[in-house]
């Protein structure tokens, strides 16, 4: 698998952790939670006690230092899953890399702001990602001061591999493939429904591990099933042509993307009928139109929130919205704050404080 590493760089300094550690001490029959708990310690965050906000199931952390603010929960079951819940910021622009070990993973974004590398992305809430690790590395950069706040289930390979196949030999398949079906989706509610449930449940010995147990199990049901009604729609493959001229209305679209631009005006910018357009459109990028637009204005709004003084209404019009209400409402949905959150929380003081207090 190579170098199995994640590392944040910022420019307060950096962390570094080798993941081929864990699974190194995993494949050996150690408990995950025991080999997360060391690593973590690396990275600034300290053991704290229950206080009420999170389950009493798991393993609490805190971070307070130059990098970074908050809290990072995690419980786990040996070798065959963990749930992780994160609610913490960096106090500077963290540009993030890593080569995960071997796992599935599905997480659902409450709060969000950054951007993946290679290939570009914007990262936003209230959509649900799945993780695929082992394979190639990931690269993203998470803006300053922003809250992460997200709930995930990892599913490791004895999981997957070993238990589901001895629990259902005449059924067992992969869920690999059925997890790379998902990437990053706005249009997955029973899974956001699923997570926000264990994100909640505050229940103790073995009421609480039969509830993990089966929400992860309900979990990895529902990315099968996820999986199997996105395989009954027949998809064409894109062509080359197609291609470029897809990506030239989306070059076109990064331009303009604060004016109101029609769809039959980007389909003959591509030389493409409109039902033709929107299909290939979603082929290549993933989302629809709106969808590609939306995420250009709230990127840029967030940017005029961090470093202007731009009112919010200034922005909204900047931003391609006459209704600063409605643009309020659309950058929530994008990124889990309102637009005032937002400005407050990216200028906030980096000496600590009341006003660093976004933690439950």
Known sequence: MGNTSISIEGTMGSAHISMDEIMDHVNMGADVMDIFKEE??????????????????????????????GYYWIY???DLF?????????????????????????????????????????????????????????????????????????????????????????????????FCSIDQTSDFPEMAALLKQVRDYRGTGMAAQLFYEGKVSEAVSLVVEYNRKRSLE??????????????????????HFNRNISVEHLA??????????????????GCTITEYIKGRRMSHAENLLASTNFSIDQVAEAVGYGNSGRFAGIFRE???????EYRRMAKRKEAGGAEDGFLL
């Open 268 to 285: 003959r910018i591509s030389c493409m009928g409109t039902t033709k357009f929107k299909t290939v459109f979603k082929r290549v990028y």
């Open 234 to 255: 027949k998809v064409s493959a894109v062509s080359e042509q197609d291609r470029y001229l897809i990506e030239n209305a989306a070059a076109y679209i990064n331009d």
């Open 76 to 78: 786990g079951q040996k």
């Open 40 to 69: 973590i310690l690396k990275f600034g965050f300290r053991e704290e006690a229950d206080h009420g906000a999170y389950a009493p199931m798991g393993h609490l952390f805190r971070c307070q230092n130059q990098q970074a603010e």
């Open 334 to 340: 994008s990124t889990g704050l309102l637009p005032s």
């Open 82 to 178: 963990n749930i992780k819940i994160h609610d913490f910021y960096f106090r500077e622009e963290a540009f993030m890399s890593f080569q995960w070990y071997e796992c599935l993973s599905i997480t659902y974004y409450e709060s969000l702001s950054g951007e993946e590398i290679m290939p570009y992305r914007r990262l936003t809430a209230g959509c649900v990602k799945a993780f695929i690790g082992g394979e190639k590395p990931y690269q993203a950069v998470f803006h300053k001061n922003i809250p992460i706040r997200s709930i995930g289930i990892e599913i490791l390979p004895a999981y997957y591999k070993k238990y589901l196949n001895e629990a259902y030999p005449n059924e067992y398949t992969n869920p690999y493939k059925a």
